[in-house]
C-alpha cells in the first residue's frame, strides 16, 4: 500500500496519525506479502499517541514478532467487505456514476470507454456499475490495486454474480497496467486520497496527466468537524472490526481539504480543468459528506488565464 | 391485549432488522436482495427461539394468577411509550427507501438509522426501566429485562452462527444468484482476468 513503509521509515519525533490498514498492508515486487514486525507497527501507533490503535496491533495473531500473514489477509478482507458495506450507505457507486456517466457519454466512439478504479479494494464501485449497467454500452470496466489479495478477492465477487468487469493487480500508474488508450480513458478512486501525504498529490495528478486520461474523479471525505462527528457514529454503528472503527474515523481527520486538492491537480496536471469544492466547514452538508476532485483534460490549444 | 399485540409487533420488525444488519459487510454481493429476505428470517426466527421462554413465564404467570393481567398490562404500555416513538422514528426513516432518490435513502440511513442503531440498547433498557417503573413487580421487570436482552442477542448471534466467515457465498446459493442477473444487465460474461 503507497505510503506505508514511508510512514513506517519517518517515524521520527511526532508523527501524524496514520491508518492499521496502512501499516500491515505491502506487497514486494516477487508478489509476496511483506513481513509486518509487531512491535515497530505497534510503536510507530503509539509515537502518534494512538494507543488503542497500538494495543490492537499487539493483540493480533503474531510468530516470532511477525504479524500472521494469513491473519493480517483475513483482517484486511473483513475490513473490505465492511468498508463495501459502509459505502453501499453512502450511495458511492451512484454518486461515481452521475458524475462519469456525461464524460463516458462523450468519450464514446468507435473503441469503447474505459473506466479504471484506482485502488478499487473489492471492487464495489465497479461491479456495481456493471450490475446496474450504469455507464452503458462499451464501457471496460478494470479495477486496479496493489493488494494481490483483494484484487482476487473482486474477481471472484465479481464472477459469483458474472458481472462484466474485471480486477488487475499493481500500480494503476504503471504504464500498460491498466489505463491502455489514455485519451479514451476515466480514471475513478473512493478513500484513496487521504492515504497519501499532501506532499505526494502532485505526483499524484501528474501520473495521470502523463498517462494522458481523458478525465478523473477522484472521491475522498469532505473534512471537517461534522464529518469526523458523523464518521465516529456510523462507524460505532455498522463497522464490527475495531480495526475498521479506528480507521473509519480517522479517515474522516486526515482528509484533505479542497484547497490542498486543487493545488496538487493544479500543480500535477495541468491542462486539465480541475474543480473540487468543500464550503464552509461548518455547516453541515451531509449529502456532500463525500466529494470529488475532478479534472478534465483541456482540448489542446485550450488557452487557460488563472485567476 | 393491544400492549401485547403492539410489543410483539414491534419485536418482530426488530428482530427482522437485527438479522438484517448481522449479515451486512460479510457476503461482498451488489445483488443481494434474496440474502436479505432470508437474514431478515434468521433475525425472526432466532428472536421467536430467544423471546419465547419469556412469553411462557408471563402466559403461565397470568394463568395462574389472573389478576397479575393487569400489572403486565402496565408494564407494556410503559414500553410501548418509549419504543413507539422510536419505531416511528425508524419506520418513517425506511420509508426513504421507497422514494426514487438516492439522496433521500443516503439521509435516512447517515441520519437516522445509522445513530438509530447506536441508540437502540439505550432505548430498550429505557423501556425495561419503564415497565419497571410503571409495574412495581420484580418479575414483570424481570421478563422486560429478559425480552430485551433476548432482542439485543438476536444481531451477535445471528453474526456468529451464519455471518462470521466474509467472502462470496458458494455452492448452491451461487448458482441460484448466477441464474437471478438483472434483466437490465444482459450480455454478462465471467470476467477476463489479466493476471
Ligand atoms: C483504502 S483502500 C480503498 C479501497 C476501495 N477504493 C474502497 O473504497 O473500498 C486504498 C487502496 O488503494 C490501493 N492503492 C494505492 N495506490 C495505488 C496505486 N498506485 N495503484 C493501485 N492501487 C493503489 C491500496 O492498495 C489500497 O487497497
Given at each position: 500500500m503507497r505510503g506505508v513503509p514511508r510512514v513506517l521509515a519517518r517515524g521520527t519525533g511526532n508523527p501524524p496519525p496514520v491508518e492499521i490498514t496502512d501499516l500491515l498492508g505491502g506487497w514486494d515486487t516477487s508478489g509476496v506479502r511483506r513481513p509486518v514486525p509487531v512491535e515497530a507497527t505497534a510503536a510507530r501507533l503509539a509515537a502518534s499517541g494512538q494507543h488503542r490503535a497500538a494495543r490492537l496491533v499487539r493483540r493480533m495473531p503474531a510468530r516470532d514478532g511477525l504479524l500472521d500473514p494469513a491473519a493480517v489477509d483475513a483482517l484486511l478482507l473483513r475490513v473490505h467487505y465492511e468498508l463495501q458495506r459502509f459505502e453501499e450507505e453512502l450511495q458511492l457507486a451512484r454518486r461515481i456514476a452521475q458524475t462519469v456517466a456525461p464524460w463516458v457519454a462523450a468519450l464514446r466512439g468507435e473503441r469503447p470507454v474505459r473506466v479504471v478504479d484506482v485502488g478499487c479494494g473489492l471492487g464495489y464501485v465497479l461491479r456495481w456499475l456493471a450490475a446496474h449497467d450504469a455507464l452503458g454500452p462499451d464501457v471496460e470496466l478494470v479495477g486496479v490495486d496493489l493488494d494481490r489479495r483483494l484484487v482476487a478477492h473482486a474477481a471472484e465477487l465479481a464472477a459469483a454474480e458474472e458481472l462484466p468487469c474485471r480486477f488487475v493487480a499493481g500500480d494503476a500508474f504503471a504504464p500498460g497496467v491498466a489505463a491502455g488508450d489514455g485519451t479514451r480513458c476515466v480514471m475513478v478512486s473512493s478513500g484513496l486520497l487521504h492515504h497519501l501525504p499532501a506532499g505526494e498529490l502532485p505526483a499524484f495528478f501528474a501520473a495521470q496527466r502523463e498517462l494522458g486520461v481523458a478525465a478523473f474523479a477522484h472521491w475522498d471525505i469532505r473534512p471537517g468537524p461534522w464529518s469526523t462527528l458523523g464518521a465516529w457514529v456510523l462507524h460505532a454503528a455498522r463497522m464490527r472490526e475495531p480495526v475498521s472503527r479506528h480507521d473509519g474515523v480517522l479517515s474522516a481527520r486526515r482528509a484533505h481539504p479542497a484547497a490542498t486538492l486543487l493545488d496538487a491537480a493544479r500543480a500535477g496536471a495541468p491542462g486539465y480543468q480541475v474543480s473540487c469544492a468543500d464550503g464552509p466547514a461548518w455547516l453541515p452538508r451531509p449529502l456532500d459528506v463525500l466529494r470529488p476532485v475532478t479534472g478534465v483534460r483541456e482540448p489542446a490549444g485550450t488557452v487557460r488565464v488563472r485567476p | 391485549?393491544?400492549?401485547?399485540?403492539?410489543?410483539?409487533?414491534?419485536?418482530?420488525?426488530?428482530?427482522?432488522?437485527?438479522?438484517?444488519?448481522?449479515?451486512?459487510?460479510?457476503?461482498?454481493?451488489?445483488?443481494?436482495?434474496?440474502?436479505?429476505?432470508?437474514?431478515?428470517?434468521?433475525?425472526?426466527?432466532?428472536?421467536?427461539?430467544?423471546?419465547?421462554?419469556?412469553?411462557?413465564?408471563?402466559?403461565?404467570?397470568?394463568?395462574?394468577?389472573?389478576?397479575?393481567?393487569?400489572?403486565?398490562?402496565?408494564?407494556?404500555?410503559?414500553?410501548?411509550?418509549?419504543?413507539?416513538?422510536?419505531?416511528?422514528?425508524?419506520?418513517?426513516?425506511?420509508?426513504?427507501?421507497?422514494?426514487?432518490?438516492?439522496?433521500?435513502?443516503?439521509?435516512?440511513?447517515?441520519?437516522?438509522?445509522?445513530?438509530?442503531?447506536?441508540?437502540?440498547?439505550?432505548?430498550?433498557?429505557?423501556?425495561?426501566?419503564?415497565?419497571?417503573?410503571?409495574?412495581?413487580?420484580?418479575?414483570?421487570?424481570?421478563?422486560?429485562?429478559?425480552?430485551?436482552?433476548?432482542?439485543?442477542?438476536?444481531?451477535?448471534?445471528?453474526?456468529?452462527?451464519?455471518?462470521?466467515?466474509?467472502?462470496?457465498?458458494?455452492?448452491?446459493?451461487?448458482?441460484?444468484?448466477?441464474?437471478?442477473?438483472?434483466?437490465?444487465?444482459?450480455?454478462?460474461?465471467?470476467?477476463?482476468?489479466?493476471r
Open positions: - | 391485549m393491544r400492549e401485547a399485540a403492539a410489543l410483539t409487533a414491534i419485536a418482530v420488525l426488530d428482530s427482522m432488522f437485527a438479522g438484517f444488519r448481522s449479515s451486512l459487510g460479510r457476503t461482498g454481493l451488489i445483488r443481494h436482495r434474496h440474502r436479505d429476505v432470508l437474514a431478515h428470517l434468521r433475525g425472526l426466527a432466532l428472536s421467536a427461539l430467544l423471546l419465547a421462554p419469556v412469553a411462557a413465564v408471563a402466559l403461565v404467570d397470568v394463568a395462574l394468577r389472573g389478576p397479575r393481567l393487569a400489572i403486565y398490562l402496565a408494564a407494556g404500555r410503559a414500553m410501548l411509550l418509549v419504543y413507539l416513538p422510536f419505531a416511528a422514528v425508524v419506520l418513517l426513516a425506511l420509508a426513504a427507501y421507497l422514494v426514487p432518490h438516492w439522496q433521500h435513502r443516503f439521509l435516512a440511513a447517515v441520519v437516522v438509522l445509522g445513530p438509530g442503531t447506536l441508540a437502540r440498547p439505550l432505548v430498550a433498557l429505557a423501556g425495561v426501566a419503564a415497565a419497571g417503573w410503571a409495574s412495581r413487580d420484580a418479575l414483570a421487570t424481570t421478563l422486560a429485562l429478559g425480552a430485551v436482552c433476548a432482542a439485543l442477542a438476536v444481531e451477535p448471534w445471528a453474526e456468529r452462527r451464519w455471518y462470521g466467515r466474509t467472502g462470496p457465498p458458494g455452492g448452491a446459493v451461487r448458482r441460484i444468484l448466477g441464474r437471478c442477473a438483472l434483466p437490465d444487465s444482459p450480455g454478462v460474461s465471467p470476467p477476463r482476468s489479466r
